[in-house]
């Protein structure tokens, strides 16, 4: 079965960097789109990042647009979330997705991990 785990969260200060991985198994990884969300708390859950199949084709969202960088390795089944800059309003649950088809409404993707914690210390 298709697993998505992440992992590489924590607690930062702002102005700080992590770098979120996601593993894929159970897929053919260098077809898929891949997406990061996440879901601030009391907040819906909301687009990060996606990325096409050879990340050729890239889109953020607006509030996290020359902060976060997505890219992946599909060599090794990983998707990466590296994000510079971090904010107190970056706090959330940080969740990769996967997809043949994708996009930013996180009801295109059909494949979850299990999420990861990224808290941001003013």
């Known amino acids: 079965q298709v697993q998505l785990v992440e992992s590489g969260g924590g607690l930062v200060q702002v102005g700080g960097s992590l770098r979120l991985s996601c593993s894929a198994s159970?897929?053919?990884?260098?077809?898929?789109?891949m997406g990061w969300f996440r879901q601030p708390p009391g907040k819906d859950r909301e687009f990060v990042a996606t990325?096409?199949?050879?990340?050729?084709?890239?889109y953020y969202a607006d509030s996290v647009k020359g902060r976060f960088t997505i890219s992946r390795d599909n060599a090794k089944n990983t998707v990466y979330l590296q994000m510079n800059g971090l904010k107190a309003e970056d706090t959330a649950v940080y969740y990769c997705?996967?997809?043949?088809?994708?996009?930013?409404?996180?009801?295109?993707?059909?494949?979850w991990g299990q999420g990861t914690q990224v808290t941001v210390s003013s």
């Open positions: 997705a996967a997809d043949r088809s994708g996009g930013r409404a996180w009801t295109g993707y059909g494949y």
């Open positions: 159970g897929l053919i990884f260098s077809v898929y789109v």
């Open positions: 990325t096409n199949w050879s990340g050729g084709r890239i």
